[in-house]
């Protein structure tokens, strides 16, 4: 059973940073590339990064270029996104996600089967 578990949200001022982590479990995690999601109040679910399986390969929404970076230990199972010079419109619930298939890099929601909790980030103006 494939989980996914995220940690580090939390209430930031505006400029700050902040690092989540997506551990993972139940599958070959170096098989797979890793997504960010993040969805804000009465919005769509939409994408933040993506890192292919051997982290060579990294994505991003025009949103966050140059502002955040996606990372991935293959040794720890685990998939990081550091955020930096934060702004409110950054507010959302960030999740991390990976899809069925191995070998696949994908920007899309759609190709993403599996899902954590998400974990809540604020930043206050």
């Known amino acids: 059973q494939v989980q996914l578990v995220e940690s580090g949200g939390g209430l930031v001022q505006a400029g700050d940073s902040l690092r989540l982590s997506c551990a993972t479990s139940?599958?070959?995690?170096?098989?797979?590339?890793m997504g960010w999601f993040r969805q804000a109040p009465g919005k769509e679910r939409e994408f933040v990064a993506a890192?292919?399986?051997?982290?060579?390969?990294?994505y991003y929404a025009d949103s966050v270029k140059g502002r955040f970076t996606i990372a991935r230990d293959n040794a720890k199972n685990t998939v990081y996104l550091q955020m930096n010079s934060l702004t409110p419109e950054d507010t959302a619930v960030y999740y991390c996600?990976?899809?069925?298939?191995?070998?696949?890099?994908?920007?899309?929601?759609?190709?993403?089967?599996?899902w954590g909790q998400g974990t809540q980030v604020t930043v206050s103006s």
């Open positions: 139940g599958r070959t995690f170096s098989s797979y590339t």
């Open positions: 996600a990976a899809p069925q298939m191995r070998y696949r890099d994908t920007v899309k929601k759609i190709d993403y089967t599996y």
């Open positions: 890192a292919s399986w051997t982290g060579v390969n990294t």
